[in-house]
C-alpha cells in the first residue's frame, strides 16, 4: 500500500498536483479491533464518539481492508450506513456481495462462492467421484460447504463424508475427524476451511502418517506455509490449492530489496523484521528482543544486511497475491479521485449535472465514482467492479511440492478464469505436477471403478449413485448416452456395435454364391447333373442293348431328365431371395420331384405288369397292351401342380426379413406362406416315394435278370431316409443353414436315385459288357423264352 501510494504521488497523469495520504489501523485479525479502528475513522477520535464527525483534519476518503471476512463484515454494516467507501483486498464472504446489506462494499478479489466452482470442477477435471469434505464451523464454512457438495453432485460425482471442524479446538473432534478420513476410500479431500481451524487437524494427519490423500484446499489457507511442523508439509506434500491471481507489480521487487531500517524510522515493525530476517539482534534493543543471555557468539544488525540474500521462499518478491489486490484496491481509490477531480460543471453525475469536490465532498459521491471506475493497471489488467462490487474471477491453481533437500514451494499449474466461455473456465497443465509419493499418475478416488463399454451402472441399495455395480446391457441393447445407468433397445432392424455405444444396421444374410457354402453346393448339383447327363448319353448310345431296353427305356429317359432338373433346382435355392425365386423354387422342386417320383412308380409298376403277364391265370395280361405306365406320370404330375397352383394363389410363398432368426443379423429367407397346403406338397411326394416303395417291395422276387425292383426299393428307402432326417435337421436350424439342409436334402435324395438305379446297369454296361448280350441272358433265362420274346 505504501508503495503503490508513492507510485501515485509521483505519476504526473494521475492527479497531477494532488498529494495522496494514508493512516494505518491493525485490527489484530479480530472484529472488535476492527470495529474500534473504524469508529476512530469516522468520528476522528479514539474515544467513541457515534454519528459525530470531529476531525480536525480531512477525513480518510475511503478505507482498504479489512482482510478476513469475519472482520469485513460488521465493518461493512456500519460503513454502509454512512455509504463511506471501503474495498477489501481478501475477504471473499460470498454475503459481502449483497449491496442491500453491504452497499458500500467492493473488494478486488472475488466472491468465495466462485472459488467454491472452481474445486468442484478440479474434481471433475481429474475424474475425482467420490471425494470428502472438511469444513469450518462457521457461517462461511456452513454456506459454502453446502453449494460445493451441491457443485460436486451436479457433476455427476458424490461427497464420501462432510466433517466440520470446530471454531474452538476440540481434540475429540480432531481424532474422529482424523479417523474417518484414514478409513475413508476416498483420497481425495476438500478442505473448505480457514487456516486457524486447520491446524490441529493436519498435525494429527500427520501423527499417523496419513500420505495417502490429496488435499485441495481454498485460498484461505492454500497458499500459507507457516504450518508449525516440518510433517505437516510432508503430508501436504502434492497437494492442490486456489489461491487470489499472481500479478504483476512493476518495480515492486526492488523497492522491497531497497527497504532499510534507516529509510523507514517510524515503523514499528522494522527492527523486528530485520533481527528475524537476518537471525541477529539491535544492539541497542537486544536484551528488549531475545530473553535469553546474549552470547558471544551473537550477531549484531548493522541495518546494512542485503535482502536480496533471503530465500525467496520466506521474503518472496516474485509472487504477489493479496499484495497485487491491495495495489489494486488503492489505483481503484486513486482513479475514482481523479475522475472527480476532472468532473465538468453541468456534466457531473450528480444532481443538476454537478460535480463534487476532491477536498471537499460527501462519501457517497466518491462510492458512485470507484463503482465505475475501469482502468488498466500497471500490468496492464483491466480492473472493474460488477453491479455487486466484485471484480470476476481468475485463481490460479497450485500444486505444493516438497524437495528431497528440504526445500518447497508452490509451483503454478493452471488457472480457473470465470470469464471464459462454460466448460472452458479450467485450464490445468498436469505434466508440471508433482503428487504424493512420487506417483506420476492421477491418484483415483471413486466410490466404485468406471464400468466397462456395454455395461450399465446399477445403484447399490442404500447407498450413493456414485457405489455401484456394472451389469453388462442385454443382447440387442446399448448404453443410454444421456444415461449410464439404463441400456436402450435398438430397432429391429438394427444391433449394437462392439463397444455397445450406438446401433448400427444389421448385417443382411442369405446363402450367396459367393461364399464357401454357397459355392460347394452349386459345384456339387452342377457335378451330379453332369454326372446324370453322361448317364443318359451311355444309356442313349447304348439304346439297343438288353438293360436299357428293360423295364421300359423310354422311362428311364425321362427319369434320368427329370433327374438332371433335379440336381439343377437346388441352384434357385442359392443366391437373395426376392418375390418370383420365393414363389417358383419350391414348385419347381415339388413337381420335378414328383415327376422323378412318378416316372419310378411307373417303372415299379411295369416290371409287376410285364412279368405278371408270363402267368396264363393272371389278371394283368390284358392290361399290357393299354401301356397304362406311361399315362401314370401325367396323372400324378399334374395332382402335384394343381396343388401347387391351390397353394400360389391362396397363400404361396413370400420373401421375409426374419430379424429373430440369427443374433445381429437380417435373414432374407422366403416365407412358405400357408404351411398347411406346402405340408400338402411334401406329403404328396411322400405318398409317391411310399407307393413306389410298397410296389417295388412286392416285385422284389421276380426273375433277377430283368426285375430292377430292389434298386427302386433301395433308391426310396434311401430317398426316405434323407427326407424324414431332413426333418429335424431343418427344424433346428437357423438363417442360411435352413436352406443348406434342403439343398442338401434334394442332392442326397436325387444322388441317391441315380446311384441306387442306374449305376449297377452303368457298370455293367461299361465293365461287364458281355453280360449285356441276348445271347448271356437266354442262356440264363432258358425258362422265360416267351418273356424274352416279348422283351426284345
Known amino acids: 500500500m505504501v508503495y503503490t501510494i508513492i507510485q501515485i504521488n509521483i505519476l504526473p497523469n494521475l492527479l497531477p498536483n494532488v498529494t495522496l495520504g494514508f493512516e494505518l489501523f491493525d485490527s489484530c485479525y479480530n472484529e472488535v479491533k476492527s470495529l474500534i479502528g473504524t469508529t476512530w475513522i469516522l468520528s476522528g477520535k479514539k474515544k467513541i464518539e457515534p454519528n459525530f464527525n470531529c476531525h480536525k483534519g480531512t477525513m480518510p476518503l475511503a478505507i482498504v481492508g479489512d482482510m478476513p471476512s469475519k472482520a469485513s463484515i460488521p465493518v461493512a454494516r456500519i460503513l454502509g450506513l454512512y455509504r463511506y467507501p471501503q474495498i477489501s483486498y481478501a475477504a471473499a464472504h460470498p454475503d459481502l456481495s449483497d449491496k442491500i446489506q453491504f452497499p458500500s462494499f467492493l473488494r478486488t478479489i472475488p466472491n468465495d462462492n466462485y472459488e467454491v466452482f472452481a474445486m468442484a470442477r478440479l474434481a471433475k477435471h481429474f475424474n475425482w467421484s467420490w471425494v470428502g469434505v472438511i469444513t469450518s464451523d462457521n457461517e462461511l464454512g456452513r454456506s459454502g460447504s453446502q453449494l460445493l457438495v451441491k457443485e460436486i453432485e451436479r457433476d455427476g460425482g458424490c461427497v464420501a463424508f462432510l466433517e466440520t471442524l470446530p471454531i474452538y479446538n476440540s481434540i475429540e473432534a480432531v481424532y474422529r475427524i482424523s479417523d474417518v478420513i484414514k478409513k475413508s476410500k476416498a483420497t481425495v479431500i476438500l478442505v473448505y476451511s480457514t487456516m486457524e481451524n486447520l491446524i490441529s487437524l493436519m498435525e494429527e494427519a500427520s501423527v499417523h502418517n496419513i500420505t495417502n490423500k490429496v488435499w485441495v484446499g481454498c485460498g484461505s489457507w492454500s497458499i500459507t506455509s507457516d504450518f508449525p511442523k516440518k510433517d505437516i508439509l510432508t503430508t ?7 489461491a487470489p491471481q499472481s500479478g504483476k507489480i512493476p518495480g515492486f521487487k526492488d523497492f522491497l530489496y531497497s527497504i532499510r531500517p534507516s529509510r523507514f524510522v517510524d515503523d514499528i515493525f522494522m527492527k ?4 528475524k530476517a537476518f537471525e541477529c539482534v539491535w544492539p541497542a534493543d537486544g536484551l528488549l528482543n531475545f530473553t535469553e543471555k546474549i552470547k558471544e557468539e551473537t550477531v549484531w544488525c548493522t541495518g546494512n544486511e542485503r535482502l536480496d540474500s533471503i530465500d525467496p521462499n520466506i521474503y518472496d518478491v516474485f509472487h504477489f497475491r493479496y499484495t497485487y489486490k491491495v495495489h489494486n484496491a488503492v489505483y481503484a481509490v486513486a482513479h475514482a479521485l481523479h475522475q472527480m477531480n476532472s468532473c465538468v460543471a ?17 462519501p457517497f459521491q466518491l462510492l458512485h465514482y470507484i463503482k465505475h471506475v475501469k482502468f488498466n493497471n500497471m500490468a496492464g489488467e483491466t480492473i472493474f467492479f460488477d453491479e455487486n462490487g466484485d471484480v470476476p474471477l481468475y485463481v490460479d491453481v497450485l500444486n505444493w511440492q516438497l524437495y528431497p533437500n528440504g526445500s518447497n514451494q508452490y509451483v503454478h499449474i493452471g488457472s480457473y478464469d470465470a470469464r471464459s466461455p462454460k466448460g472452458q473456465e479450467l485450464n490445468i497443465d498436469q505434466s508440471k505436477i508433482v503428487w504424493n509419493a512420487g506417483q506420476a499418475t492421477v491418484p483415483i478416488s471413486v466410490c466404485s471403478n468406471p464400468c466397462q463399454q456395454g455395461q450399465r451402472r446399477a445403484t447399490r441399495q442404500g447407498q450413493k449413485i456414485c457405489c455401484f455395480d456394472c451389469i453388462p446391457c442385454s443382447d ?6 444421456k444415461d449410464d445407468s439404463e441400456c436402450l433397445k435398438c430397432p429391429d432392424d438394427m444391433w449394437p456395435n462392439t463397444s455397445k455405444e450406438k446401433c448400427v444396421q444389421k448385417p443382411v444374410q442369405f446363402l450367396s454364391y459367393e461364399e464357401s457354402l454357397g459355392s460347394s453346393l452349386t459345384c456339387i448339383a452342377v457335378t451330379c447333373c453332369v454326372l446324370t447327363f453322361s448317364v443318359l448319353c451311355l444309356f442313349i448310345i447304348k439304346h439297343r442293348t438288353p438293360i436299357v431296353k ?6 428311364s429317359y425321362l427319369l434320368l431328365v427329370s433327374l438332371m432338373f433335379c440336381f439343377l433346382c437346388s441352384l434357385v ?3 437373395q431371395p426376392e418375390k418370383m425365386t420365393c414363389m417358383l423354387r419350391q414348385v419347381i422342386f415339388g413337381v420335378i420331384f414328383s415327376i422323378c417320383l412318378s416316372v419310378i412308380l411307373a417303372k415299379t409298376i411295369t416290371v409287376i405288369m410285364v412279368f405278371s403277364a408270363t402267368n396264363p391265370d393272371s389278371k394283368l395280361k390284358r392290361l399290357v397292351g393299354l401301356r397304362i405306365p406311361i399315362y401314370i406320370v401325367p396323372f400324378c404330375t399334374v395332382v402335384q401342380v394343381v396343388l401347387c397352383i391351390i397353394w400360389i394363389i391362396s397363400s404361396g410363398p413370400f420373401v421375409e426379413f426374419n430379424m429373430a432368426a440369427e443374433v445381429g443379423t437380417i435373414v432374407v429367407e422366403c416365407n412358405e406362406g400357408s404351411k398347411v397346403l406346402f405340408s ?17 417291395f412286392l416285385a422284389r422276387e421276380l426273375p433277377d435278370t430283368f426285375n430292377e425292383a430292389k434298386f427302386i426299393a433301395f433308391s426310396m428307402l434311401v430317398f426316405a431316409s434323407v427326407w424324414i432326417t431332413f426333418i429335424p435337421a431343418y427344424l433346428s436350424t437357423k438363417g442360411k443353414y435352413m436352406v443348406a439342409v434342403e439343398i442338401f436334402a434334394i442332392l442326397s435324395s436325387s444322388a441317391g436315385v441315380l446311384t441306387c438305379i442306374f449305376f449297377p446297369k452303368c457298370y455293367i454296361i ?3 459288357p458281355e453280360m449285356n448280350t441276348k445271347e448271356y441272358i437266354t442262356r440264363r433265362n432258358t425258362t422265360n423264352q416267351g418273356l424274352q420274346g416279348f422283351l426284345f
Open 476 to 481: 440387442g441393447e446399448i448404453l443410454n448416452p
Open 680 to 696: 400338402c406338397v411334401l406329403g404328396y411326394m411322400g405318398l409317391l416315394a411310399f407307393t413306389s416303395l410298397l410296389v417295388a
Open 272 to 275: 523486528t523484521f530485520w533481527e
Open 346 to 362: 453541468g456534466n457531473g453525475p450528480f444532481e443538476n449535472g454537478s460535480c463534487a469536490d476532491i477536498y471537499n465532498h460527501k
Open 573 to 575: 435355392f442359392i443366391g
Open 236 to 242: 501436504l506434500n502434492g497437494s492442490l490449492g486456489l
Open 766 to 768: 461299361l465293365l461287364q
Open 550 to 555: 428293360a423295364n421300359n427305356r423310354e422311362l
